[in-house]
């Protein structure tokens, strides 16, 4: 028996594909509408037969759906919210997939009706690639998904969203929207703020050109384009409504960086070795605990 009658997905990217082929495979509703605004997706989500219905009109997607659920950058949920506002079923669940939450609440609180289960979600994957081809069912297998409710949310309406992501493979954590978006900060929004700097830098030194930068390029700044590579308009929405938290941790950054900068001017290498010691043991703290695999040059397939 499927866990829903309908679930609907707005937006059908890497996130929301998978999403979509992992309901399939796990057979959690017994009809998948979808609806995405770009037109190279829906030729391409027609012919991968994504969905059992692939709506031109938003409102006829999500309605008399019992879940819903946002895959679209964070920065278009107001509009979305208030299209869809008329067409939500009494009793039904309005999700997201956004890597910020508590904006989720400020953005679609105000025209989700009374009788919606307003519960924001962040399933914590993905990769660099973008587009309905991209996706795939396993991509939530062994990965956290946070939800992010309110105190007073309906108990029963988190516990099937809890479901829901478990049936997709994934480990299933309630926090604070709050919570989740300082944690996130540090452990994803940082690190890709760093990453797209990073990049950033390379390519406009005068005294290397893009060819040597990327002809020599090291496994670090290798690794770094692969994180910059990410989606310019999620990315872009996720610094704008995670500010607050964001510009937090990079004062931290801030801070860290310039007791780094003392020590290797002064040659205090006794500073720089304990900060390293330090960060290595977090590397294997993720391994532990199944974030990460233990394989060499961070699993790279090599020829023998």
Same mark, same amino acid.
């Given at each position: 028996?499927?866990?829903?009658?309908?679930?609907?997905?707005?937006?059908?990217?890497?996130?929301?594909?998978?999403?979509?082929?992992?309901?399939?495979?796990?057979?959690?509703?017994?009809?998948?509408?979808?609806?995405?605004?770009?037109?190279?997706?829906?030729?391409?989500?027609?012919?991968?037969?994504?969905?059992?219905?692939?709506?031109?009109?938003?409102?006829?997607?999500?309605?008399?759906?019992?879940?819903?659920?946002?895959?679209?950058?964070?920065?278009?949920?107001?509009?979305?919210?208030?299209?869809?506002?008329?067409?939500?079923?009494?009793?039904?669940?309005?999700?997201?997939?956004?890597?910020?939450?508590?904006?989720?609440?400020?953005?679609?609180?105000?025209?989700?009706?009374?009788?919606?289960?307003?519960?924001?979600?962040?399933?914590?994957?993905?990769?660099?690639?973008?587009?309905?081809?991209?996706? @795939?069912?396993?991509?939530?297998?062994? /990965?956290?998904? #946070? +939800?992010?409710?309110?105190? %007073?949310? &309906?108990?029963?309406?988190?516990?099937?969203?809890?479901?829901?992501?478990?049936?997709?493979?994934?480990?299933?954590?309630?926090?604070?929207?709050?919570?989740?978006?300082?944690?996130?900060?540090?452990?994803?929004?940082?690190?890709?703020?760093?990453?797209?700097?990073?990049?950033?830098?390379?390519?406009?030194?005068?005294?290397?050109?893009?060819?040597?930068?990327?002809?020599?390029?090291?496994?670090?700044?290798?690794?770094?384009?692969?994180?910059?590579?990410?989606?310019?308009?999620?990315?872009?929405?996720?610094?704008?409504?995670?500010?607050?938290?964001?510009?937090?941790?990079?004062?931290?950054?801030?801070?860290?960086?310039?007791?780094?900068?003392?020590?290797?001017?002064?040659?205090?290498?006794?500073?720089?070795?304990?900060? @390293?010691?330090?960060?290595?043991?977090? /590397?294997?703290? #993720? +391994?532990?605990?199944?974030? %990460?695999? &233990?394989?060499?040059?961070?699993?790279?397939?090599?020829?023998?």
């Amino acid at each position: 028996m499927a866990l829903f009658d309908k679930i609907a997905i707005i937006g059908l990217g890497l996130i929301g594909s998978s999403i979509a082929r992992g309901i399939k495979d796990k057979k959690l509703a017994d009809v998948l509408s979808g609806y995405d605004i770009n037109p190279d997706y829906q030729n391409t989500i027609k012919e991968l037969c994504l969905v059992d219905d692939l709506c031109t009109k938003i409102g006829d997607a999500v309605k008399d759906a019992d879940l819903i659920i946002l895959a679209t950058p964070v920065g278009t949920y107001s509009e979305i919210g208030k299209e869809i506002k008329s067409y939500l079923k009494e009793g039904a669940i309005l999700s997201d997939v956004g890597s910020v939450k508590a904006a989720v609440f400020e953005m679609l609180g105000p025209s989700t009706p009374e009788n919606v289960h307003l519960i924001p979600a962040h399933p914590v994957a993905g990769t660099e690639q973008s587009g309905p081809e991209s996706g @795939f069912s396993s991509l939530f297998q062994d /990965r956290w998904a #946070i +939800i992010t409710p309110l105190d %007073d949310a &309906d108990q029963n309406a988190v516990d099937k969203l809890s479901k829901f992501w478990q049936g997709l493979g994934s480990n299933v954590e309630i926090m604070n929207a709050t919570h989740h978006d300082k944690v996130l900060a540090i452990t994803s929004h940082v690190p890709h703020l760093i990453a797209y700097n990073i990049v950033g830098t390379a390519r406009d030194l005068e005294e290397v050109t893009k060819s040597e930068v990327i002809k020599f390029s090291a496994g670090g700044f290798r690794d770094f384009t692969r994180i910059a590579a990410s989606n310019p308009t999620m990315w872009r929405d996720v610094f704008l409504n995670n500010k607050e938290a964001v510009l937090e941790m990079l004062g931290r950054f801030s801070e860290d960086l310039t007791a780094l900068q003392r020590a290797i001017r002064w040659g205090d290498g006794d500073t720089l070795y304990d900060m @390293f010691v330090k960060t290595r043991r977090i /590397r294997r703290q #993720i +391994i532990d605990a199944g974030q %990460d695999e &233990d394989v060499a040059d961070f699993g790279r397939k090599h020829d023998k």
